[in-house]
């Protein structure tokens, strides 16, 4: 099973500033099945990327997702105070599912 | 539009079992893999199962292994979860969601079941 590990566990940032946030896999993924939510508090989860970086109906462009292997990125070019949130990442594969333990993205 | 109902929250005693259900609208129910996931208090999000409701086919994560069961009734269009010997760990908020087309990958989610475990 692959284990997914995220970095940094937080990330204080101010409202307008970037966002880079890692996604390392104990072994490679097969078919970039990869994926990004983001959570807030009593929500469910929202899909952002899929594939690795293919955006989901209606995420903004500022959200962006690249990576191939074992390294995976989520990056939001200039945070708004509505992507304060826990960010996700989850593999798939035919068999099972996991996700990382998420980055937390708070105000500074 | 796609939308995942669940049932109400849930307290139970340790050793009992607890069944969500998941009603499902806004498209047809056989053609995508229900899957179950789980959020503690204070934790990540954690997998546990899937269905694919056309065939009944299942699939566990291994740490659940013996100890859930998902099923369907596809006359009424909801998957259900059910899981035995409670315990306090077992605490949390419970959704099902609903796979995108050509990837296992949550596009529509439930509203979340909270089950809660105590004596």
């Known amino acids: 099973e692959i284990v997914l590990a995220q970095s940094p566990g937080t990330l204080s940032l101010s409202p307008g500033e970037r966002a880079t946030l890692s996604c390392r896999a104990s072994?490679?993924?097969?078919?970039?099945?990869l994926a990004w939510y983001q959570h807030k508090p009593g929500q469910a989860p929202r899909l952002l990327f899929y594939?690795?970086?293919s955006r989901a109906t209606g995420i903004p462009d500022r959200f962006s997702a690249s990576g191939s292997g074992t390294d995976f990125t989520l990056t939001i070019g200039r945070l708004e105070t509505e992507d304060f949130a826990v960010y996700y990442c989850q593999h798939y594969d035919s068999s099972s599912v996991t996700f990382g333990p998420g980055t937390k993205v708070d105000i500074k | 539009q796609v939308q995942l109902v669940q049932s109400g929250p849930e307290v139970k005693k340790p050793g009992a079992s607890v069944k969500v259900s998941c009603k499902a609208s806004g498209y047809t129910f056989t053609d995508y893999y229900i899957h179950w996931v789980r959020q503690a208090p204070g934790q990540g999000l954690e997998w546990m199962a899937w269905i694919n409701p056309s065939g009944g086919g299942t699939n566990y994560a291994q740490k659940f292994q013996g100890r859930v069961t998902v099923t369907r009734d596809t006359s009424i269009n909801t998957a259900y979860m059910e899981l035995s010997r409670l315990t306090s760990d077992d605490t949390a908020v419970y959704h099902c969601?609903?796979?995108?087309?050509?990837?296992?990958?949550?596009?529509?989610w439930g509203q979340g079941t909270l089950v809660t475990v105590s004596s």
């Open positions: 969601a609903r796979v995108i087309a050509g990837a296992t990958t949550y596009g529509y």
């Open positions: 594939g690795a970086s």
């Open positions: 072994q490679s993924v097969s078919g970039n099945y």
